[in-house]
Nanobody, 124 residues
């Protein structure tokens, strides 16, 4: 069992930056691939980024490439999403998710554990 708690969301102006954190409980965190997803009002949840168990492999949605960076620190059971060059269209609730296996995935159905989400609002 893994519990996930996101933090770091907030209100930022366009062009600004935020760093989201996702703290995980459980001794098996280091075995799981992790992902970030987001859901804007009236829209379905969408993939943002994913990272393998070791951090050696990452993948991003086209909307995140070049602006967002996913990373993890298995020593402190935390995964991060550094977001730079934020745009109003990045406004959404951001969710952290953990798979039950070490390889990455971009579909939300592949993830077993989910956090409660953190709101990111980007003003124009």
């Amino acid at each position: 069992q893994v519990q996930l708690v996101e933090s770091g969301g907030g209100l930022v102006q366009a062009g600004g930056s935020l760093r989201l954190s996702c703290a995980a409980s459980g001794r098996t965190f280091g075995r799981y691939a992790m992902g970030w997803f987001r859901q804007a009002p009236g829209k379905t949840r969408e993939f943002v980024a994913t990272i393998s168990w070791s951090g050696g492999y990452t993948a991003y949605a086209d909307s995140a490439k070049g602006r967002f960076t996913i990373s993890r620190d298995n020593a402190v059971n935390t995964v991060y999403l550094q977001m730079n060059g934020l745009k109003p269209e990045d406004t959404a609730v951001y969710y952290c998710a953990a798979r039950g296996e070490p390889t990455t995935a971009t579909s939300d159905y592949a993830y077993t554990y989910w956090g409660q989400g953190t709101q990111v609002t980007v003003s124009s």
